[in-house]
């Protein structure tokens, strides 16, 4: 295959300019996926379909060419305890009637959060993915 170039009848500068803003985050994801199943030629640069979801909306910056994403640094079980227990309480209280995650289901949560925390350091958005989490583990 190498470098086509070939393009639809219906492509147009509109496709191409998203194409031009996505194809380095799809590209380091194809390398990453050559790297994780052992195949010539990848190379390990921490990256994952969030990462590269990020870097095609242009939400996270875009390492130089083979150089990894920062690594993830996860935080202490301090600060993740409160929020996933407000979740595994949460299914508890909504789970009748929110059976799954949803967007009216989160913005209940939201709302009771941001009313009960005054830290800067535990804003919804960043807890959010523990509450979730908690509000989803099995039981």
Known sequence: MGTMRWQPAWWNDQYASGWDRVKEAM????????????IK?????N????????????????PSNDRPNP????????????PYQYGYGARDRYGSSHTAWSRDLEDTLRKEWESGQSAPN??????????????????
Not at 47 to 62: N, R, Y
Not at 74 to 80: S, Y
Request: no cysteine.
């Open 27 to 38: 590209r380091r994801d194809w390398e990453q996926t050559k790297h994780d199943l052992s």
């Open 41 to 45: 030629g990848g190379h390990e640069l």
């Open 47 to 62: 990256q994952d379909l969030t990462d590269t979801v990020k870097q095609a909306a242009g939400k996270e910056a875009i």
């Open 71 to 82: 690594p993830q640094v996860i935080g202490e079980w301090n600060d993740v305890e409160l």
């Open 122 to 139: 535990n804003r919804w958005d960043d807890v959010k993915g523990y509450v979730r989490r908690g509000y989803e583990y099995r039981r």
